[in-house]
C-alpha cells in the first residue's frame, strides 16, 4: 500500500509539473506577443527586432545547451541529409516573422492569439493525412465546431477583417505542418537541435535588412529586443518538456494550452485597452471547449 501511495505521488507531481509547464508555455508565448505588438506600433521594423531577440534567443541556447551535455551533441546531427528538414523549418520561420509582426500592429492581440489557437485543429488534419493517425467522430465534430469559434470571434461582417487576419491562419497552419514533420522525422535531431536550426535561417534574414537599414537602440528597446528573444526560448522550452516529463498524461495536460488566449486578453486589455464583446467571449468559450476535446480525444 506504502509504494502505491509513493507511486500516485510522484505521479501526481509529474502531472502537476506538466500543467505548470505548459501554462508558463502559454504565459511567456503572450508576453512575447505583447513586446513584438509593442514595439511593432513605434518606429522599429521588424528586421531591428528579430536580429538582435534572436541573437540573445541563440546565445541563450548554446549556453544553455552546455549544461545539457554540450552544444555539439545537439548541434553535429548524425548524417549530413539530416540538416536538410531543420533548416527547412528554419526557412519556413524566416518567412512568418514579418507576418508576426505586423499582424500584431494591425490587429488586436487577442484576435491574433485566438486564431494562432487554431493550430491543434489544423495539428489533427495533418496528423490524418500525414501521419496517417484515425480520427473518429468526435474529433471531426470538434475541429468543425472549433472553426465556427473562431468566425464567432471574427465576425467576418465587422469592418476590422484585413489581409492579417488571413495571414494568422497561415501562420498556424505552417505551424502545425512544421510540428507534424518534427514528430514525423524527430529521429534527425534532438529537440535542441530542431530549435537552434529554425532560429538561424530567420536570424540570418533579419540581418541581411538590418545591415542595409542599421539602427542603435535605446537602452530601453535594447532590453525588450533581448528579453523578448530569451522570452520566447523559454517559451519553446516549456513546451517541449512539458510533452517530455508528463508522458502519457499529455491528454490531461493539453487542454491547457487554450489559457493562452486569456492570457492574450488579458494583455491586450491591460496593454492596449482592447475590448472584448459578448458574443467574443462565447467564441473564444466555444474555441477552448471543442479544442480541449479534440485533443484530449487524439491523445487519449
Known sequence: IVIIFKNQIKEMKILLLGILLICLNGFTGSTFDTITKF????????????????TASLLTLIIFLNFRGG????????KKKYYVLPLIRGLQFALITPIIFYSLKYIPINIFTTLLMTTPFFL?????????????FISWVSIIIGFIGVLIVLKPTNASMNIYVF???????????????VHKYSYMATTYGFTFYSIIPAMLFSYIFFFTDPIIPSGKA????????????ISAWAFTAAYHIAGKYSSI????IFLQILWGSLYGIIFFSEKISTLSIIGIFVIIASGSIAVYNRNK
Open 71 to 78: 552544444a555539439k551533441k545537439h548541434i553535429i546531427l548524425e
Open 39 to 54: 514595439l511593432s506600433l513605434n518606429d522599429y521594423k521588424w528586421y531591428h527586432y528579430y536580429s538582435i531577440g534572436l
Open 124 to 136: 489533427l488534419i495533418f496528423a490524418k493525412f500525414i501521419l496517417n493517425e484515425k480520427l473518429n
Open 167 to 181: 495571414l494568422v491562419l497561415l501562420v498556424a497552419i505552417t505551424n502545425a505542418l512544421s510540428f507534424t514533420v
Open 253 to 256: 495536460i493539453s487542454p491547457f
Open 222 to 233: 535594447l532590453l525588450l529586443f533581448a528579453s523578448s528573444g530569451i522570452i520566447v526560448m
